[in-house]
């Protein structure tokens, strides 16, 4: 079992793995046996820094994958990754490559906002790929669970994942756990939770996003299900207006729990008198009927666990830690 301890909402991640925290030389022989096709798409931002994408593209081919990257740096267009429909093709042509098995994000910050409507949700998710990424890519990943209850991924991207100086083990050890295995399974060290015990899909991710996509086609009607959130460079006010936002709309209520992860990012103001993130939960907790969990090991941080987006899940929540134990999601074959 995956073990992440001592993380707390809005504080930076404490995790470590059974074998402990693994140089980044054991998590590249980890998985290089995988023989994996992997392609790279743009749908949403371009890349601060198009150089690093070559040393992303090298580390998956140490891990055994084989790379197919639709991304053109030539053809970035203003922040984008492309124009729109050359970011909708990118995601159209990966999931039609048949030497593919996991479409990865190139990295979050905006654009798919932009072609929801245009992209072919039902070819995306009869093609069997495993979609993964977070931040903006959430977007995709909701829509398409909406759209054709197909699942996929909040998991690690290009930027900075693989392409930063240096890898994080834990995070991509976790990545190709879930990857490659019906079940996956995290237990958490986490204090102040209620004591839950309940089951249902697992969906979610950032908060924006999913406020973003209330209303509209691309937002999943999901009652019993387990939600998991997070947000950067939120304050705590705004996190509770969204928060409110989906309470007013009904669908907190409908969860059975409702998992918090990372919310760090924001700087609190002069004259907040005691306004915290510590306040705003403690409010939020008051209106819900719906238990809220705090501590999940996700978000805008280096260190995370990835989940599926739609996959059916088992929480167990007791004093000082809890424990996901997720399956019913696609896998590596």
């Not at 053109?72 to 039609?96: N, S, Y």
């Amino acid at each position: 079992m995956i073990a992440a301890t001592g993380v707390a909402t809005g504080e930076a991640a404490g995790l470590a793995t059974e074998a402990g925290c693994l140089p980044e030389e054991q998590i590249l022989a980890s998985v290089r046996q995988r023989n994996c096709g992997v392609a790279i798409v743009a749908p949403s931002g371009c890349p601060q820094n198009d150089a690093l994408i070559a040393r992303a593209v090298a580390r998956l081919e140490q891990q055994g994958c084989e790379v197919h990257n639709y991304y053109d740096p030539a053809c970035k267009h203003m922040r984008f990754g492309g124009t729109d429909g050359a970011r909708r093709m990118q995601l159209h042509a990966a999931a039609r490559d048949a030497d593919v098995e996991v479409v990865l994000a190139l990295r979050g910050s905006y654009g798919l906002s932009r072609i929801l409507p245009e992209i072919d949700y039902k070819m995306c998710a009869d093609s069997g790929k495993l979609f993964v990424g977070y931040s903006d890519f959430n977007a995709f990943s909701l829509a398409l669970l909406a759209q054709t209850g197909a699942a996929s991924f909040a998991g690690p991207m290009i930027c900075d994942d693989w392409s930063g100086e240096t890898l994080d083990a834990f995070t991509l050890q976790n990545f190709w756990e879930c990857a490659g295995n019906t079940r996956h399974a995290i237990c958490v060290e986490a204090a102040d939770n209620p004591s839950v015990e309940v089951d249902g899909t697992l969906w979610g991710g950032n908060l924006t996003m999913l406020t973003h996509l209330l209303g509209s086609p691309y937002f999943p009607a999901i009652e019993g299900g387990i939600l998991f959130l997070e947000d950067i460079a939120e304050h705590p006010f705004r996190v509770e207006r969204m928060l409110l936002q989906l309470h007013h709309a009904g669908v907190l209520d409908k969860q059975q729990a409702i998992i918090l992860g990372d919310f760090s990012g924001y700087r609190l103001g002069q004259f907040e008198n005691g306004y915290n993130f510590q306040a705003m939960l403690a409010f939020i907790r008051s209106q819900l009927r719906t238990p809220v969990l705090t501590g999940l090991p996700f978000g805008h941080i280096r260190r995370r666990v990835t989940l599926p987006i739609g996959g059916y899940a088992q929480l167990r929540s007791r004093q000082g830690a809890f424990s996901l134990a997720m399956a019913g999601y696609p896998h590596l074959r």
